[in-house]
């Protein structure tokens, strides 16, 4: 994945440049269509960031269709989906991007997103990020630059799990307290509290919440 990096980080620049050139890296980027004009015509998805306001501004028409969207430009309602499209075990993409800006950083951002693709399937997508207007020293404007990974992986890894893990899942999507979750299953309340660590690190979450709704999205009765 380190040659698609290179390829998005070379594709910022590009278009960077061009814009430069039409003197679009200024607050006027919002709702420009020259801006708009420009990023078309690239062969990679692209997202304008308000980086300030922690949200996104504009996607070119490769994203506009990766994500099933109506507008280029993004409302209010645009947004709350937007927000949906994010796998939640990679919401921590989101808090890298804010350190990242906070701390005023000029290179670039490479992360992986897993994102949702029309509305049906999550899929892994490289992505670079650069900042690309600052007002009065503040991060204003970022552009990101990205492409569906070559390689996928699965959009949920509930396989990883052991078969006593995917049990214990149930019970605390269930609501099942730790304690109730040992006597039934004649194990130890620390042994219990092992297990969930465990599912919670090979899943990426944090909250039971964000387990909820990964196993009422992904999870099969099979």
């Not at 440049?17 to 020259?34: C, Y």
């Amino acid at each position: 994945r380190d040659t698609m990096f290179q390829q998005t980080e070379e594709e910022i620049d590009r278009l960077i440049g061009i814009l430069k050139g039409h003197d679009l890296l200024t607050k006027d980027i919002e709702r420009s269509e020259t801006f708009l004009a420009i990023v078309n015509t690239s062969d990679f998805m692209i997202t304008l960031h308000d980086v300030d306001l922690y949200r996104p501004v504009c996607i070119n028409n490769k994203f506009k269709v990766f994500y099933g969207f109506e507008n280029n430009w993004l409302s209010q309602h645009d947004l709350l989906y937007y927000i949906k499209t994010i796998h939640v075990s990679n919401l921590h993409t989101l808090v890298k991007s804010v350190v990242f800006f906070k701390q005023k950083n000029h290179g670039y951002l490479n992360l992986t997103y897993k994102l949702l693709h029309r509305n049906t399937a999550y899929k892994d997508v490289i992505g670079t990020t650069k900042m690309v207007f600052a007002e009065k020293g503040r991060p204003k404007f970022a552009i990101t630059v990205a492409r569906v990974a070559d390689t996928q992986t699965d959009s949920f890894t509930v396989a990883k799990l052991t078969k006593r893990e995917k049990e214990i899942v149930k019970r605390l999507v269930n609501g099942s307290s730790r304690k109730e979750i040992a006597d039934a299953l004649y194990i130890a309340e620390h042994t219990v509290h092992t297990h969930t660590r465990n599912i919670y690190k090979k899943l990426n979450i944090n909250k039971i919440q964000e387990l909820i709704l990964l196993y009422e999205m992904f999870v099969s009765e099979d």
